[in-house]
């Protein structure tokens, strides 16, 4: 059933999906003939030749703490929870190649790389282009603002019609707020140029999932900090947002098997924890009993509904 609030979520959710669809559909058209390993093509399991190598290859955007390199080595929470799912299906080593955010999709697309491990929001935009595993990390919102936050930001209402500039990255679902509410925005690559808006006073703040945003005010000797996180409540309808592994469309086997294995971790708070923990994540960040990406793929979904079916405040 089609309603306003579905009309509002598509409009919402245009910014970070229509420049991601006319860039995907680029690089898929410069795909080789026979380049893709479908899960169930003539070419065989794909599962089975990355079972066979020993390694899978995922794309990532070098965002703390999701997936990032220290060191020269890949780490973060959506990675070492890929170890262990992919480890568990015989596929003991995870490499990555960086990307920007809005190559992500297209590059797994293009077989650049098997999955995207960046933690990326589960949205109808996107299932159009890809196919999402189950949930496996929540998402709230919150800003990055000078110290003393000194506009008293506290949830996405304190920035509309404010005319204040919002640093958004871009791709991201903060995009989609801004360009759906009456709010200046001021898009930017990565979370180094939003940190750099901030404190050359270009934006007044930067908004970002509130996990990045703690961590990124953390490692910063910068006078900034990171506002109480939120959920986004966009005309009058709570975001719920969920990120999750990405895969080809076609790649079924994979997604399936990496799924029954993501599922012995949600079910287990302690062993969900024993991953995310290390990495900032908290049990509010850990998906409830009951969503699926199937609920949060569907454009007619009413996610006032779905909110209040898991129990969920905002």
Same mark, same amino acid.
């Given at each position: 059933m089609q309603s306003t609030r579905t009309t509002n979520r598509r409009r919402a959710l245009a910014a970070a999906g229509s420049a991601l669809a006319l860039t995907a559909l680029a690089a898929c058209s *410069?795909?080789?003939?026979?380049?893709?390993? $479908?899960?169930?093509?003539?070419? #065989?399991?794909?599962?089975?030749?990355?079972? $066979?190598?020993?390694?899978?290859?995922?794309?990532?955007?070098?965002?703390?703490?999701? *997936?990032? =390199?220290?060191? /020269?080595?890949?780490?973060?929470?959506?990675?070492?929870? #890929?170890?262990?799912?992919? +480890?568990?299906? #015989?596929?003991?080593?995870?490499? #990555?190649?960086?990307?920007?955010?809005?190559?992500?999709?297209?590059?797994?697309?293009? $077989?650049?790389?098997?999955?995207?491990?960046?933690?990326? *929001?589960?949205?109808?935009?996107?299932?159009?282009?890809?196919?999402?595993?189950?949930?496996?990390?929540?998402?709230?919102?919150?800003?990055?603002?000078?110290? +003393?936050?000194? =506009?008293?930001?506290? $949830?996405?209402? *304190?920035? =509309? /019609?404010?005319?204040?500039?919002?640093?958004?990255?871009? +791709?991201?679902?903060?995009?989609?707020?801004?360009?759906?509410?009456?709010?200046?925005?001021?898009?930017?690559?990565?979370?180094q140029a939003g940190l750099d808006a901030v404190v050359s006073g270009r934006a007044d703040a930067y908004a970002l999932t509130g996990i990045s945003l703690r961590a990124l005010a953390e490692e910063t000797d910068q006078a900034v900090e990171a506002t109480e996180a939120f959920v986004a409540t966009i005309n009058g309808e709570p975001q719920i947002g969920a990120g999750a592994e990405v895969f080809r469309q076609d790649d079924t086997e994979l997604l399936d098997a990496y799924n029954e294995q993501l599922a012995t971790i949600t079910g287990d708070e302690s062993a969900w924890l024993e991953i995310m923990e290390p990495f900032g994540f908290s049990a509010t960040e850990m998906p409830p009993e009951g969503l699926t990406a199937e609920a949060l793929c569907d454009p007619d979904q009413d996610l006032s509904d779905l909110a209040d079916e898991l129990g969920m405040d905002y």
């Open positions: *410069s795909v080789d003939e026979g380049g893709s390993s $479908d899960g169930d093509g003539e070419g #065989g399991s794909h599962l089975a030749e990355l079972q $066979d190598a020993g390694e899978i290859n995922v794309g990532f955007f070098g965002e703390v703490p999701y *997936s990032y =390199e220290e060191g /020269g080595e890949l780490t973060g929470a959506t990675i070492e929870l #890929g170890r262990q799912i992919y +480890g568990e299906l #015989g596929i003991d080593t995870v490499s #990555g190649t960086q990307v920007e955010w809005n190559a992500l999709i297209p590059g797994v697309q293009a $077989d650049r790389f098997d999955a995207v491990s960046a933690g990326m *929001s589960i949205l109808p935009e996107r299932c159009e282009q890809a196919a999402f595993a189950e949930p496996t990390i929540m998402y709230t919102t919150a800003f990055l603002v000078p110290e +003393g936050n000194p =506009e008293g930001l506290t $949830d996405w209402q *304190s920035v =509309e /019609g404010s005319g204040l500039t919002v640093a958004v990255t871009q +791709g991201a679902i903060e995009a989609g707020y801004a360009e759906e509410t009456d709010v200046e925005a001021m898009e930017v690559p990565d979370r």
